[in-house]
């Protein structure tokens, strides 16, 4: 177990951790570094960890570089560690598709990925999982998200995402993770309105984390957002080696239930 992340006793808790991994490229796509981002995501010990900009298929990657993974990229980074995956494909493209993903050492129990793409080129979704716990014998729902470059964009897939967790059970645990492109801050005030959701950073610290760029973090754009769950410290990951990894900086947590 990382030192970073302390036992708490008397109660479950769990690590959730968020990465935008730039479909396992460094900054500007010079470098792939796939292998090197696994072995840091492990490093983390994270039990749920929700990813975006997962390449799903890429037949002209596969031919150029020699270590590309037979397996799709989010079954190589699941591996040995992380038993249970799911996929939402978002953007498809003659050479493949990418999307968001979700790796669970819990039992993902039902999954259904979520178009959210406003008109234009972008593609977005929401992967929405139901996960077992099975210590406390319930249930925990995890939404993976990945929002829109432009403002009129996020605030519609906020409302719809208000809209999905108006649908779930309002008793059952809720995590709400990923890339929010939310440069001006407004999704904290329509969640919390609409669904009563809480950011782990802004919650524990008064704001939420600067994530990007990752070598020189100015921006808030990652965030995690819980219901139903308690907060213990969040943590944005060491700058090595993760700014060498990704272009956003990521983000963990643990939550006790």
């Known amino acids: 177990m990382s ?65 590309w993974p037979d397996a799709p990229q989010y079954e190589f980074l699941a591996d040995t560690v992380w038993p249970q995956y799911a996929y939402g494909q978002n953007a498809v493209y003659p050479e493949g598709h990418h999307g968001n993903a979700l790796l669970s050492k819990f039992p993902i129990v039902y999954h259904r990925n979520h178009d959210v793409s406003v008109e234009g080129p972008e593609k977005r979704g929401m992967l929405h999982c139901v996960i077992d716990i099975p210590p406390l014998d319930r249930r925990m729902h995890a939404i993976c998200i990945h929002l829109g470059l432009r403002e009129h964009q996020r605030q519609h897939q906020l409302e719809l995402l208000c809209r999905l967790v108006e649908s779930l059970p309002p008793d059952e645990p809720l995590i709400i993770a990923g890339d929010f492109n939310d440069w001006r801050l407004r999704a904290h005030a329509v969640l919390e309105r609409c669904a009563g959701l809480r950011e782990v950073f802004v919650e524990a610290r008064g704001e939420a984390a600067r994530t990007f760029p990752a070598r020189l973090p100015l921006l808030r754009l990652d965030r995690i957002y819980i219901r139903n769950a308690a907060l213990h410290e969040p943590f944005v990951l060491p700058n090595k080696p993760w700014s060498h990894l990704s272009d956003h900086a990521p983000l963990a947590a643990e939550i006790a239930l």
């Open 3 to 67: 030192a970073l992340f302390p036992q708490f006793k008397d109660e479950f808790s769990f690590r959730v951790l968020t990465v935008n991994m730039h479909k396992g490229f460094t900054l500007f796509n010079r470098r792939f570094i796939l292998p090197e981002l696994r072995e840091a995501i492990r490093m983390v010990s994270a039990d749920v960890v929700f990813l975006q900009e997962v390449l799903g298929l890429h037949e002209e990657h596969s031919l150029r570089f020699q270590n």
